[in-house]
């Protein structure tokens, strides 16, 4: 018989969009600034992907090269630029990276290739051009789809040209991600649920979330200190991530990363860094969608028993307790129990 103090949780279900990417390796280069005539408030892409110097073809074929020694047998393997806007470089200079990497492709070694951009930065001929060589997947850089916080954020670009980048990379085919922002001057809980909303017509493959931090050597941290603008709390920033993810629950679309890769500028430890940064944000935004999943799975008439048995599935046991416990200690709190969260 059920004691009527266990609850379970269906956590597969709840994070059913986070993607297991254990089959799949990476290859990231990382191009900062090349290719990015506009520099957002919020940018130092240097600081961001922890390159300080202008690759060339020569370091990124020996990167590939290292990199593919170092992999196990039967994953895909993909070839990723990352950093800058890759559709803005000079065609010569992008044609130049796309055939290395493609070298690869053909070989059947590596699987696919991904490149990310800006969504003023898409056309036709550019599409043309990246259907020649091979790339699979084109991520846009999006960060909003609110006019007044794009224009506070000096992003350079309307959501009228996500509108119509996202439409051109579906008509030709390719596979489309999204990359968004919380957390950006102007913005609300409330226009970052309206912008992933939107997003999610275009029925996206992928999506990374990417809370703001502000970055000394930006123009964000010039209006940081003349406090026109404030970051978000981790508490805050964790919360409207969670709010983000859980509107994807009912699409298809992947969620390949939450939060920053760390890197020596990029921590906890970092001294020219200012908001919610945590070396491991994700788990503080999971954790939330767990929180939220299991207060809503407690009925009312648990209010009269001593203790809670909430069971979780075993390798999401620490979502469901929380960084530094805080999930535990808040429902304890919140309902005057004794909480026990077991793994099943």
Known sequence: MTNLNDIHIDTNEVLKNIVNK?????????????????????????????????????EVKKLVEERLKSFKQNRKIQIAFFGGSFTGLDKEEQIKFLKLANTYVEKGVVESIRISTRPDYISKDILKLLKRY????IELGVQSMDEEVLLESKRGH????????????????????????????????????ETIDRLLKFKPKQLRIYPVYVLKESQLYE??????????????????????IGRCRKSNVSIIRIGLQSTEDISENAKDLIGPVSDNFGEYALSKIVLNEIIKNIPKEKEGSDEINIYIPKRYISLAVGPKKANK??????????????GE
Do not use: W
């Open 158 to 193: 309307t959501s009228l040209d996500v509108i119509r980048a996202a439409r051109l990379i579906n008509l030709y085919n390719f596979e489309l991600g999204f990359q968004i922002m919380v957390g950006l001057p102007k913005s609300t809980k409330e226009k970052e649920i």
């Open 134 to 137: 091979n790339v699979k997947t």
């Open 22 to 58: 254990d089959n799949q390796y990476t290859i990231p280069i990382f191009i900062p600034h090349l290719g990015c005539k506009n520099e957002c408030v919020f940018c130092n892409q240097r600081k961001i992907s922890g390159a300080s110097s202008d690759v060339d073809i020569e």
């Open 329 to 342: 200690k808040y429902l304890e709190e919140r309902y005057n129990k004794k909480i026990n969260i077991i």
């Open 223 to 244: 209006m940081y200190k003349k406090k026109d603008y404030s970051p978000l709390t981790l508490e805050d920033a964790a919360g409207r991530v969670a709010e983000v």
